[in-house]
């Protein structure tokens, strides 16, 4: 009797504690969808674990991040990340393609 009730009470703990780390993240990222602007959709974006690393990595290394978005089909974000750097350097760049509805259809990098 004592191990059901001990279960059901590390069970409730851990499912208030899921419900309240859920709240503390989604406070962090107040982005509600549709993503309707240039500003929610850089935002969004940069939720991504693969965008925030790239972005923290050339920044730490002294590089100014330029962010730039265009909407295409009325649905569909293209997000762009890229340095301002030389004319006569490589520019690494980072792309995101985001459906108004948060869905990330594409991710990619390279160098121009």
């Avoid at 499912?15 to 509600?32: P, R, T, Y």
Wanted: hydrophobic letters at 40%.
């Amino acid at each position: 009797m004592m191990k059901i009730i001990s279960h059901r009470i590390l069970i409730t703990v851990v499912c208030f504690s899921v419900l309240f780390l859920g709240c503390i993240e989604e406070e962090d990222h107040k982005i509600e969808l549709p993503i309707d602007t240039p500003e929610e959709a850089i935002e969004y974006a940069k939720t991504d674990n693969s965008t925030k690393e790239w972005i923290e990595e050339w920044s730490e290394s002294g590089y100014h991040i330029i962010e730039c978005t265009v909407l295409n089909n009325q649905s569909i974000w293209t997000v762009e990340f890229k340095m301002n750097v030389s004319p006569y350097d490589t520019q690494p760049f980072l792309i995101n393609k985001i459906h108004s509805n948060g869905t990330i259809l594409f991710r990619g990098k390279g160098e121009i």
